[in-house]
Every structure is written in C-alpha cells, then in structure tokens.
C-alpha cells in the first residue's frame, strides 16, 4: 500500500464549467471521487489537494517526505510552462511523479509546448481528457509495485 498524493494547479477548481469543449463537463470532485475508489481498490491511500496559490502548491510538495508520500500525480496547468520554483521543489524531495495534463499541450499554442517539470518526471500523460487521471493512477500503482 503507498500513499499517493494528487495535485491540481490553478483553475481546476472550475473543471466542468471551464471551456467545456476543450476540458470535458466532469467536474474534479467526480475526478478525485474516482480516483479515489481506484486507489482503495488498488489497495492505496489517495490525498487529493487543489490550489490557485503558488505558494501553496510549493508547501504541498515540499511537504511531501514529511506526509510520508510514496508517489506524486500532478496537473500543474499554466505552472507547467512558468514555475521554475515548482520544479525546484520536485527536484528537492526526491518522490516520484507523473506529470498529467487534460489537453495535448503539443497541440496548444507555443508557449505551452515546454513543461519545467517533465525531465524529472517519471512520465507525462497529456491529452487523454480527465481519464488521463486515472491512467496516472495506474502507472503510480505499477511504479509502486515493482519498487516494493
């Protein structure tokens, strides 16, 4: 059993409402409700945590290690393409993480196209809508599984 931490950068709060064609009509309560009955199922605690505040999101990972999490799910929206201090504090705490992304940000405007975070990430998943999500979920459970 690990416990897995998922994260969600700014904006997500309004997933469901927020360009639905682009980012579908399930709203994040209903992500994270899923995710979290997979993870029972697959035998792991789920911690979920959603901020518009970098800072926050910066406390939630340097926190981490003292949480006693084996494995980091991430969305960081816009932080992706502009926080270095995101990445920094990924590369302070040495937890691995998958980076997730609902849209394909290779298929988006330019300035989206580089992440700060993917070369320390163990994977990317972008583009499979929220079930990209649960994809995550699973890849973590293996990563957990074959580390054990």
């Known amino acids: 059993m690990g416990r897995i931490l998922v994260l969600n950068g700014p904006n997500l709060n309004l997933l469901g409402t927020r360009e639905p064609a682009k980012y579908g009509h399930t709203s994040l309560a209903d992500v994270v409700t899923s995710l979290q009955q997979r993870a029972q199922q697959l035998g792991h605690e789920l911690i979920h945590q959603q901020t518009n ?3 926050e999101m910066l406390e939630f990972v340097q926190q981490a290690p003292q ?3 084996d494995f980091i799910i991430i969305n960081p929206a816009a932080w992706a393409h502009t926080s270095i201090a995101l990445r920094d504090a990924f590369a302070a705490i040495n937890i691995p993480f ?3 992304h609902i849209s394909n940000i290779h ?3 330019s300035f ?3 992440s ?3 070369e ?3 994977s990317g998943i972008y583009g499979c809508g929220v079930y990209g999500y649960q ?3 699973q890849a973590a459970d293996n990563f957990l599984s074959t580390k054990s």
Do not use: D
């Open 135 to 137: 994809l995550a979920l």
């Open 53 to 55: 505040a970098e800072h």
């Open 112 to 114: 989206r196209h580089h």
């Open 67 to 69: 949480q006693k999490i």
């Open 98 to 100: 998958i980076e997730v």
């Open 116 to 118: 700060y975070l993917i």
């Open 120 to 122: 320390l990430a163990e």
């Open 107 to 109: 298929r988006r405007e």
